[in-house]
Structures are given as structure tokens and as C-alpha cells.
């Protein structure tokens, strides 16, 4: 129940396209939904966030969908660029389990020029 | 703001040894701190989770014997890897945030530790 199932496990668009990453989760306790990217041998950096108040949240060329009924959320990156080549982490928390964030299993993103 | 720094970045050691690994929170408070593990091209995975002042809390699994983890001040952290052996070899990656767990996460850089 605390997993978070994240697919696809990669991904390779051209530059331009809009790539999509899906996440599903359980636990109908959690109430924040992170997402994070992650350059080869560097810490993940926190892209956006969203709470299961709100449907969307856009920030610059990046758009979490939230489907609180389906337990499923993804993230669009609009325009991507081959300098969004990275690895996309989804993440999941809640008050219930005192915060722990709780990973997808990863999305390894190549944009091609 | 919320700069989250780590050191070393990376270090190699003798099977036997200990190392020690600092997280720093540059410019916020950091009421908790996580310990997190990730192998190559996997997920994270949470060590522990230590709260300034007070014991961590480790996670099924992992042996808080062998790694020690003390939270002395709001704006430090450090994971000691006692006795290293090869299949110690990771990235640690750690994690703070101003309020309690439930406030946004943010992640240092990462060490790579080898241990020979």
C-alpha cells in the first residue's frame, strides 16, 4: 500500500515533444506529490509539487495532472529540450507515515536534438 | 534559498574503515534531515530519518549499528559508515527540511563512497 508504481522506465523524445511520465499510488492517505529530476551523479532537484486539493499545477514548461479518483498523477514537460535529459523521479508523502517521501522506481528521459 | 550541501563527494576507503559523511543545510534550519541510498540507475531508498536533538529513526532493515547518524545542530547532519565493506559501496544522498518531515524536501549533492 505505500508503494508508488511509476512508468515508463524510459523514454526518448525529439526535441519539442512533450514527454509523459505516469505515476499510480495506493495509499489514499497521501496528500503530496513531489516530483524530482535527477542529473547523472548529482542529488535530485525538486521540479514541482502538488497537493490532491487541485486538478493541475504548471510551472514554466513543466504540468503535474493530479486524478485523485484514480490514485494517478504524471508530469508533461512542454518544448522539452535535450538539456531536460535526466532521470524523473514521483514521489508520494503524506502525514500519515510522518512525511516520508516514498519514490517511483525512476524514468531515465533522452531528448534528441 | 534552501541550499543543501554534502561532504565529501566522494571518498574511497579500505574494507574495514569508517567513514564519516556531512550534510549541511547552507541557508535554512533544518528540523529534519533524511539519509537516503541509491544504487546505480535505481530509486532512492530511505535510511533514516533524524529529527535536531533526538535519536534517528532507521528503517526496517537497515542496521543503525553500522550506520550512525547524528543530528548535533539545525544545520548539520552526519552518517558514519562503521566498518565499510564493499557491498557498502553507494550513493548517499541526503535531505532537509525547515519544518517537520511533512515540509518540503531538499537534496544535497551526493557521495559516492567506494570502499575497496
Not at chain 1, 513531489?34 to 504540468?63: C, H, M, N
Not at chain 2, 533524524?50 to 535519536?55: D, L, M, P, T
Request: proline share 6%.
Amino acid at each position: 500500500q505505500q508503494q508508488v508504481k511509476q512508468s515508463p522506465q524510459s523514454l526518448i523524445v525529439q526535441k519539442g515533444g512533450i514527454p509523459i511520465i505516469n505515476c499510480a499510488y495506493e495509499n489514499t492517505a497521501f496528500d503530496y506529490f513531489p516530483w524530482y529530476q535527477q542529473f547523472p551523479g548529482k542529488g535530485p532537484a525538486l521540479l514541482i509539487a502538488i497537493r490532491p486539493d487541485v486538478s493541475e499545477k504548471k510551472e514554466g514548461r513543466f504540468t503535474i495532472s493530479f486524478n485523485k479518483s484514480a490514485k494517478q498523477f504524471s508530469l508533461h514537460i512542454m518544448d522539452s529540450q535535450p538539456g531536460d535529459s535526466a532521470t524523473y523521479f514521483c514521489a508520494a508523502s503524506g502525514s500519515s507515515n510522518t512525511g516520508k517521501l516514498i519514490f517511483g522506481q525512476g524514468t531515465t528521459l533522452q531528448v534528441k536534438p | 534559498g534552501a541550499v543543501v550541501s554534502q561532504h565529501p563527494s566522494r571518498v574511497i576507503c579500505k574494507s574495514g574503515t569508517s567513514v564519516k559523511i556531512e550534510c549541511r543545510s547552507l541557508d535554512f534550519q533544518a528540523t529534519t534531515m533524511f539519509w537516503y541510498r541509491q544504487f546505480p540507475k535505481k530509486s532512492l531508498m530511505l535510511m533514516a530519518t533524524s529529527n535536531e536533538g533526538s535519536k534517528a529513526t532507521y528503517e526496517q532493515g537497515v542496521e543503525k549499528d553500522k550506520f550512525l547518524i547524528n543530528h548535533a545542530s539545525l544545520t548539520l547532519s552526519t552518517l558514519t559508515v562503521t566498518s565499510a565493506h564493499p557491498e557498502d559501496s553507494s550513493f548517499y544522498i541526503c535531505s532537509a527540511s525547515r519544518g517537520g518531515p511533512t515540509d518540503t524536501q531538499y537534496f544535497g549533492p551526493g557521495t559516492r563512497l567506494t570502499v575497496l
